[in-house]
């Protein structure tokens, strides 16, 4: 089945920025996620990409996407402690149902 | 605030007990989604409701048993849960299933003992 592989851990200093790396499996995916969870929290959608677009920029946030090599990256500029959360990226699976696939998350902590 | 709540925010519960978590959204939106989120895994689907009519269930055991009696509240019925089913249980909504973006509540917290 569909797979989205992210790695677990980034730790980053205050200002510098955070990349946050995913692979997907499903070529036919339509739209591509970043969702970051707080702390006893729910998601939080952060931004998306639409699967024809290579890069979105929104402030701090910037996305990648390598279709060909179905790689998805997030990059947080000038990264501040409350950045510091989990950041789950997720794949929407082609077809009219359009399931979401989610990563195991990727734990981002900033250090002062 | 995404517009999507859940209710109760924790809850502790025997093996016995029989429970309801509830989920409201003031998005407007047509479909709705209960999602798993165990410790290390990745969150696992497990409804989807389009319309009030459940599209997909994920080979969810049936001492869950989903209720989505209008397009706004979506509600999960527990009974004879296990402890393995401690997690947190997270809805989420959206406009239509195939385009459009999900919105997420907070979750609710589930401990089993």
């Known amino acids: 089945g569909e797979d989205v592989e992210q790695s677990l851990f980034l730790s980053v200093r205050e200002g510098d920025s955070s990349v946050i790396n995913c692979t997907y499996t499903d070529s036919s995916s339509t739209y591509l996620y970043w969702y970051k969870q707080e702390p006893g929290a729910g998601l939080q959608l952060l931004t998306y990409?639409?699967?024809?677009?290579d890069m979105k920029q929104d402030q701090r946030l910037t996305v990648l996407l390598n279709k060909k090599d179905k790689h998805l990256s997030l990059r947080i500029a000038d990264t501040q402690t409350g950045d510091s959360a989990i950041y789950f990226c997720a794949e929407k699976e082609g077809g009219s149902q359009g399931n979401l696939i989610f990563g195991k998350g990727t734990k981002l902590s900033v250090k002062p | 605030e995404t517009g999507v709540t859940q209710t109760p925010r924790h809850l502790v519960m025997g093996m016995t007990n029989k429970k309801s978590l509830k989920c409201e959204q003031h998005l407007g939106h047509n479909a709705m989604y209960w999602y798993k989120q165990s410790a290390k895994k990745p969150l696992e689907l497990m409804f989807v409701?389009?319309?009030?009519?459940?599209?997909e269930n994920n080979s969810v055991p049936s001492r869950f048993s989903p209720e989505c009696p209008n397009s706004s509240h979506l509600f999960l019925h527990l009974h004879t849960l296990q402890p393995e089913d401690s997690a947190l249980y997270l809805c989420?909504?959206?406009?239509?299933?195939?385009?459009?973006?999900?919105?997420f509540g907070p979750g609710t917290r589930l401990t089993v003992l």
């Open positions: 409701y389009n319309f009030k009519e459940q599209t």
């Open positions: 989420a909504s959206s406009m239509g299933l195939a385009r459009d973006t999900q919105y």
């Open positions: 990409i639409f699967s024809n677009m």
